[in-house]
């Protein structure tokens, strides 16, 4: 199932079905998160709902990112063999994680704000999961048990404010630098997360193409990491790294500047397209 996040005419953000081009609107109070949370009450409901038809043109609707406040964004760094090779860095051998502030998370077709005095945004697509059921010291061989669904993300970075110290947190969360959707693909819609095709364009020019069978650290590594530290709760999103291309790593190099159009795309689970704008 496909389930989206929308600007309804009344202002407030809905949650919805996906059905080919049509948007039909849960009739369930609340956000993603309680919609997730709530999943095993509610889920044959919405699928009887979604084989009901009836609905909205998607293209009518504003969508908005799936996950509107998610209690934790964390990213992981050099997760991909041609990316670390680009970097001029050596593979980790453990696990290297961010954090993306929630006020980076972006509409899947809205803008991308360049924040005044940087030149330096970067783009980073990215196969991004959802936590559905919460727990700690999860292990590898049950971490698909923990996802509700995935959808593309763009990982976007100032990468002079990245690299202007050894925390890389504050390069990655300028606001609106998160984008994700354009819907979530719950997770028994999506055979294998790792043999997913991943691309990124930037006005029309393919920059990366790659596979998620390429990780360094598989998704469930990373769950099973992540949760030694602490419990992963319903809604919390993974960036789970992206691959070679980035513009930093272009020669000459290459970043965005306004009126530039990244579009990020993931086999299965759409694409998101934003503008680059500089910020007001």
């Known amino acids: 199932m496909k389930l989206a996040s929308y600007h ?37 409901g919405l699928a009887a709902k ?11 609707v504003r969508l ?4 509107q406040r998610p209690g934790k964004i964390f990213a992981i760094g050099l997760n991909y063999a041609d990316h670390i090779a680009e970097s001029n860095m050596g593979t980790p051998e453990r696990q290297v994680w961010f954090t993306k502030a929630q006020t980076s998370v ?3 077709f809205d803008p991308i704000l360049i924040a005044k005095g940087t030149v330096t945004n970067d783009y980073e697509v990215e196969l991004v999961a959802v936590i559905g059921k919460g727990g700690k010291h999860i292990p590898a061989d049950k971490a698909a048990e923990h996802v509700f669904g995935y959808c593309v993300g763009n990982d976007v ?7 202007a110290g050894p925390q890389w947190s504050l390069g990655k969360s300028f606001d609106t630098h998160a984008p994700m959707g354009p819907w979530l693909t719950t997770a028994d819609d999506v ?25 360094v650290f598989n998704l469930w590594q990373q769950i099973e990491h992540l ?16 691959p070679g291309g980035v513009g930093a790593a272009m020669d000459p190099r290459q970043f965005l500047k306004p009126g530039d159009v990244v579009r990020c795309e993931i086999d299965g689970l759409g694409a998101i397209e934003g503008t680059m704008a500089a910020e007001g």
């Not at 809905?14 to 889920?43: C, F, P, Y």
């Not at 908005?64 to 996950?67: D, I, K, L």
């Open 64 to 67: 908005a990112s799936p996950v």
């Open 227 to 242: 949760s030694q530290a602490m419990t992963l709760e319903p809604g919390d999103v993974i960036f789970t790294g992206t």
């Open 157 to 163: 970075t100032e990468r002079m404010w990245q690299h």
């Open 191 to 215: 055979s294998d997360p790792h043999a997913l095709g991943i691309r990124c364009f930037v006005n029309g020019e393919k920059r990366q193409d790659s596979n998620t069978r390429n990780l």
């Open 106 to 108: 972006n509409g899947p």
């Open 8 to 44: 309804a005419t009344d202002g407030a953000i809905r949650t919805a079905i996906v059905v080919d081009e049509t948007l039909i609107d849960t009739g369930i109070a609340g956000s993603m998160i309680d919609l997730i949370t709530n999943w095993d009450a509610v889920k044959d």
């Open 50 to 60: 979604a084989a009901a038809g009836g609905g909205v043109p998607l293209a009518s």
